[in-house]
Structures are given as C-alpha cells and as structure tokens.
C-alpha cells in the first residue's frame, strides 16, 4: 500500500459525497490529468477512498465525487481481505480481447440499481500510477469489468449506456422515485 498510508485510518476519514445520477458532470467527457494536479489529486484520495469503503464498492472515478478529471480508484478486494488499492490517472484502454463476458454491473452514482452489461473479457490498461510512473497492465474477469467501467465514467458513459432504452429508462424511474424517498 506504499503511497496510501492513510488507508491505515481510513475509517477516521469523511467520506467525501457520491453525486447520483442525473448530475450533469457524470455525462461530461473529464480532462486529462496534468503534473499540477497531483496535490489536489494527494489531498482528495482519502475522501474518495473513504467514500468507496463505506458505500460499499470496488470502484469510483472522479466525476462521481464532482471532479471532472481522469483518474480513478479502484480495490477489489473484500471486506476479510487485506486492501488492495489501486489509482490509474489518465488511464487508456490500449488492447481489448474479441472474447465477451456478461456481468451484473452497479454503479455508486446509480444506488441500488443493477443490470448485465456485455464487455471485452480481458483489456491492457495503460495509465500513470500515484508516483506517476507509466504502467501497462493486463487485466481479466472483475478487474477488467471494472476498469472498463470506471474509465467510462471518464468518458461521461454510465453503465445503463449499454442497455435498451425501455430498460435504461426503467433503472432512471426506479433511482428517481428512490431518491425522491430520501
């Protein structure tokens, strides 16, 4: 975890808030992170990883906390498992497998709502990590579902994106009549 040494009080940090879709930065296409954005980029991963933990998820790009920049976070593992955090900043899908997978997809921006999205089983990944060294990684099964998700989210594309219309707008009055309860 060399470079998130504050996940060791995570629980101590304010989870910093999820916007919930329709909010209009989660369909703007983010712009590429720059060297100067790396301290604001330091200061905001504690809220956004707190905010992952709690809700509970495996992913959250920036738009979704209001930031329209390309990074994202992500960690698979569960909650009896160690972390395992991860930050790709201006990550590109750079190669994708002709094979496809079918998986139940949610989203934090989308609460309580879920549906099978189709997606390259297996992608390569480029992107700079915390230290801001270039990595190329490979990635299949949930962890290349959720890169592709959250990298869409960079793109201003949210998962119900894939689905018919008739089900897309189903999800859309479905999150509307619950956020109208809260």
């Keep these: 975890m060399k470079n998130f040494d504050f996940l060791d009080t ?34 905001a991963l504690p809220g956004m990883f707190s905010a992952m ?10 738009p979704q906390v209001g930031l329209s920049q ?26 994708e497998s002709e094979t ?14 879920y549906a099978e999205v189709v997606r390259p089983e297996s992608v390569k990944v480029r992107y700079r990590d915390i230290a801001g060294e270039l990595i190329e990684q490979e990635a299949s099964g949930l962890l290349a579902t959720c ?5 869409d989210h960079l ?6 994106d894939y689905l018919s219309k008739l089900k897309r707008n189903m999800i859309m009055r479905r999150l509307s009549k619950e956020q109208k309860r809260k």
């Design 70 to 95: 390309r990074f994202v976070i992500i960690d698979l593992a569960r909650e009896d498992e160690p972390r395992n955090p991860m930050l790709l900043i201006n990550p590109e899908i750079i190669d």
């Design 100 to 113: 496809l997978a079918g998986r139940e997809e949610g989203c934090l921006s989308l609460p309580n709502q």
């Design 10 to 43: 995570i629980e101590d940090v304010a989870p910093t808030s999820i916007l919930v879709a329709p909010q209009p930065v989660l369909r703007q296409k983010a712009r590429d992170v720059t060297a100067d954005d790396m301290a604001s980029i330091h200061a």
């Design 53 to 62: 933990y709690k809700a509970p998820g495996i992913g959250l790009a920036a």
């Design 147 to 151: 890169i592709q998700h959250e990298i």
């Design 155 to 160: 793109d201003g594309i949210l998962f119900i």
